[in-house]
C-alpha cells in the first residue's frame, strides 16, 4: 500500500441500508479526515480525527459516524443511507499541525 | 456562512494564456492556504501554498497572489497548457493552532483550449 486506499470505489445502494467506507493509509499520519464532494458544493467535511481515539465533527456530519480505533484506519459508517447521501467521499490524512493533506482516489456512492 | 469563497466557477484559456482564480476568506486566524488541483475521476492533490508571513509564492509556472489586508488570494497559471485542464480549489486551515482540517471554496473548473 503506497498513500490513501478507499473502498469500495463505487456502490449503488438502496436507501434505509446500513453502508461503511473503508480508509487506511500508510504515512502514519496523525489526522484523518472525511470529505464529500458535490456538484457546485466543492468539498466539505463530515468528520475528521487529530488522532488515534478522537474524533470530531465537521461542517455536515449529520447521518454519519467514525471511528478511530488505530492511526491506520478511518471508516465512514451510513447507518441508513438516504439519496441525499449520493456523492462522491473522500478520505485524507495529514500530520497535526503539519500542512498538506493527502487525498484517496475517492468512493462513488449512489443511493436510490 | 462561506468562509472561503472562489470565482470564478468556470474558466476557460487559450494555450499560452495566464488563468487567474481569485479567493477571498473571512476568518482572520486561517494561517495556511493551499491550491488543490482535480483531475476527473481522481482525489484532490495539493498543486501550491502559502502561509500569511509572504506575499507571493512561486512554483514553476504557478504562483500564488497574496493580500492580508484585503483577506484575498489568488492562484495564477502562467503559459497554460491543455494538461492544466483540472478543477482547481482554494483552502484555508489553521494549522498552528492544531486544527487541520481545510475549508475549502467551491472550485474552479478551468479549461485550456489549444
Known amino acids: 500500500i503506497a498513500g490513501i486506499t478507499q473502498a469500495p470505489t463505487s456502490q449503488i445502494l438502496a436507501a434505509g441500508r446500513r453502508m461503511t467506507l473503508r480508509c487506511t493509509q500508510d504515512?502514519?499520519?496523525?489526522?484523518m479526515y472525511w470529505y464529500r464532494q458535490d456538484l457546485g458544493l466543492g468539498l466539505r467535511l463530515i468528520h475528521y480525527?487529530?488522532?488515534?481515539?478522537?474524533?470530531g465533527k465537521g461542517e455536515v456530519p449529520d447521518g454519519y459516524s467514525v471511528s478511530r480505533a488505530n492511526t491506520d484506519d478511518f471508516p465512514l459508517t451510513l447507518a441508513s443511507a438516504v439519496p441525499s447521501q449520493t456523492s462522491v467521499y473522500f478520505c485524507a490524512s495529514s500530520e497535526v499541525g503539519s500542512v498538506g493533506q493527502f487525498f484517496g482516489p475517492g468512493t462513488r456512492l449512489t443511493v436510490l | 456562512q462561506q468562509q472561503v469563497k472562489q470565482s470564478p466557477q468556470s474558466l476557460i484559456v487559450q494555450k499560452g494564456g495566464i488563468s487567474i482564480i481569485n479567493c477571498a476568506y473571512e476568518n482572520t486566524a486561517f494561517d495556511y492556504f493551499p491550491w488543490y488541483q482535480q483531475f476527473p475521476g481522481k482525489g484532490p492533490a495539493l498543486l501550491i501554498a502559502i502561509r500569511p508571513d509572504v506575499s507571493e509564492k512561486k512554483e514553476g509556472r504557478f504562483t500564488i497572489s497574496f493580500n492580508k489586508s484585503a483577506k484575498q488570494f489568488s492562484l495564477h497559471i502562467m503559459d497554460s497548457q491543455p494538461g492544466d485542464s483540472a478543477t482547481y480549489f482554494c483552502a484555508a486551515s489553521t494549522p498552528r493552532s492544531g486544527n487541520t482540517p481545510l475549508v475549502f471554496g467551491k472550485g474552479t473548473r478551468l479549461s485550456v483550449i489549444a
Open positions: 504515512m502514519r499520519h496523525n489526522a
Open positions: 480525527s487529530n488522532t488515534a481515539g478522537t474524533t
